[in-house]
């Protein structure tokens, strides 16, 4: 048991582009904090994918959703993850896992980390059973339309959804 404790009391990254942060990924920031001494979010900026959010609307929801974690840093990376991992001396990356589809591409991409970096493993935590069909595409979709989205993320990302869209969707 005491190596299992201190295997995680260590400096995790749960990297993503949290476009925008949805409960699930709260969810595992949440269960994450509790296992590591310091806990970096880290959005990753990738000039060929466009974001719904800005990369500072997102990292404003994220340090909002967070704010009561006092072991969790919010920030940004530009370049591959597994080089700003090293960069930042975290031991182990977090990833989220809804489903066995999220399984096979997130297994895919840790092997490539490892062979890229051995000392930096990957874990894997499932999101509750309540967020396994939740992602941040779906939200986008849903507030798009009219939907409600007000259980599936924090109040800020919510009120930052209305805003953006038009006022005939809401």
């Given at each position: ?65 967070v ?17 700003f ?17 999220d ?54 990302v ?13």
């Open positions: 048991m005491w190596i299992l404790q201190n295997y995680f009391k260590m400096k995790a990254l749960y990297p993503g582009s949290f476009d925008p942060v949805t409960n699930g990924h709260i969810d595992i920031i949440k269960r994450a904090s509790k296992m590591f001494d310091n806990l970096v979010i880290a959005i990753g900026e990738n000039v060929e994918k466009e974001c719904f959010f800005s990369l500072n609307e997102r990292l404003e929801m994220l340090k909002d959703a704010k009561h974690l006092k072991n969790v840093e919010i920030t940004s990376f530009k370049g591959l993850m597994i080089n991992a090293k960069e930042i001396k975290a031991n182990v990356v977090v990833r989220g896992l809804r489903a066995v589809s399984f096979d591409y997130e297994f895919q991409m840790a092997l490539m980390n490892r062979k890229a970096n051995k000392d930096i493993e990957t874990i894997f935590i499932m999101t509750k059973d309540s967020y396994v069909f939740l992602s941040a595409s779906a939200v986008k979709e849903m507030a798009m339309y009219g939907g409600n989205v007000k259980d599936l993320v924090p109040d800020l919510q009120k930052k959804l209305k805003s953006k869209l038009p006022k005939s969707k809401q």
